[in-house]
């Protein structure tokens, strides 16, 4: 009885419920188009990141927090403490016995592959254009294991590095700053004195920006004699199983590598709080948008609970209790949010295609060709919840304030 009676005052105003309608399936809408734009960036973002870079990055360093000398003579945490006479002393920077560390590695479950890298700083010339390189020595057969840079070589080939005497592998930004392209020679020169010849065998591009701007592959052994590190490895690089795990498998390898071991997660740690605050804004806008529909779901109910005065008191008179008009009129809201929500999920799957066919080229943090539109089951369930609950929520007012009418008082004019 409360349904079909619910059924018949929805139908009756069909104006006013497309308007509640129409405002949540926008809401909806908007959520699932802002929400999946936001989460398109930040996967590309990470998924490239870690792709490009791998997992986890042992450095040639320790991590030291504390300081065991100057504690034991000084107990208390406070201490203002000064050091003079001091003199640094010159020490190699290197990851001791590289190949027993990565065999040991290469035992422990979830561990797919390790690779050994050196790494320093260089100035890249071509012409009258220099540009700061951040050289990475690698051993191309082990390196493809960890990372997808074999992949995203779009100029000429991953294998000529091998084959090339002192050949480097430019990141796109690189090569375009430099004017080089393939199969120019181009002169590099480091920190330590080294400097060489180097013809570029081929241009890759991962999508991030700071990698391909600024980044360049060499073989192991021309990346050692450039940065003046001779037999020297100073990272190595991990392949996991799973990426979302490397926080935990990097706390796992830095008790048994005993250097500054970091996950993806820390190394991008700062970017990564930006596309927190980044979600947490998109949040806060479609929420608003979606607490004004329900705003308006509360006012045309509460207007449609005043004109049915008379109707409450008749229904009542004929036996009705409080509790079947509050069900009448919180069924409304309840439709309206089933009926919007609905809606609204398919023309949010509609707007995430159209957005994702819209042909921008996109060049900042990442880089993309088009609007980067990524789909999860959980933001279309989040929409698709959180309407029914706002709306039926705002429909609680005007159903309790109908149900307080007293049919006596109603017929007496007091109402």
């Known amino acids: 009885m409360c349904w079909l009676i619910s059924t018949r005052y929805f139908l009756a105003h069909k104006r006013q419920s497309l308007v509640c309608i129409a405002g949540v399936t926008i809401s909806v809408t908007m959520y699932i188009a802002m929400s ?93 254009k220099t540009l700061n390189l951040a050289i990475v020595g690698i051993e191309p057969e082990q390196q493809v294991a960890v990372t997808t840079i074999g992949d995203k070589v779009v100029e000429g080939g991953f294998s000529r590095l091998r084959g090339t005497a002192d050949g480097v592998l430019l990141g ?74 490397a926080e935990a498998y990097a706390k796992q390898i830095e008790s048994i590598a005993g250097y500054k071991t970091e996950s993806w997660q820390e190394s991008n740690a700062n970017f990564l709080k930006i596309f927190r605050i980044q979600t947490i804004i998109t949040d806060f806008i479609t929420g608003a948008l979606l607490v004004v529909a329900a705003f308006g779901v509360l006012n045309i109910l509460i207007m449609a609970v005043l004109e049915r005065v008379n109707d409450i008191a008749i229904l009542k008179s004929f036996g009705l209790s409080r509790r079947d008009i509050t069900l009448i009129y919180l069924m409304q809201g309840i439709v309206i949010g089933l009926i919007g929500a609905t809606i609204g999920l398919g023309f949010g799957k509609a707007a995430v295609e159209g957005l994702r066919r819209i042909p921008i080229t996109m060049e900042g943090l990442i880089r993309a060709e088009g609007l980067l539109m990524s789909e999860h089951l959980h933001q279309y369930v989040t929409a698709f919840c959180a309407a029914v ?17 007293d049919p006596v008082d109603v017929i007496r004019g007091a109402h």
């Open 36 to 128: 999946a734009m936001m989460a398109g960036f930040t996967d590309k973002f990470i998924i490239e990141t870690v792709e490009s870079t791998g997992h986890i990055l042992i450095n040639d360093e320790p991590r030291e927090t504390q300081t065991p000398i100057l504690q034991l003579a000084y107990s208390d945490p406070n201490a203002l403490l000064s050091l003079e006479g001091t003199k640094p002393r010159e020490q190699v920077k290197k990851i001791r016995n590289p190949e027993g560390l990565m065999a040991k590695l290469r035992r422990l479950p979830g561990i797919v592959a390790v690779a050994p890298e050196v790494t320093g700083d260089a100035i890249g010339s071509y012409g009258t």
């Open 172 to 245: 796109r930004g690189v090569a375009q700053l430099l004017g080089a392209k393939v199969n120019d020679i181009i002169s590099l020169s480091s920190s330590t004195g080294g400097r060489t010849t180097a013809r570029v065998v081929g241009i890759f591009q991962t999508g991030v920006t700071p990698v391909d701007y600024s980044r360049a592959y060499m073989l192991m052994n021309s990346a050692q004699t450039l940065l003046d590190k001779k037999n020297i490895v100073n990272r190595i690089t991990i392949r996991t199983a799973d990426y979302t795990q």
């Open 389 to 405: 609950v706002v709306v039926t929520a705002a429909a609680v007012y005007p159903a309790r304030r109908a149900a307080k009418y």
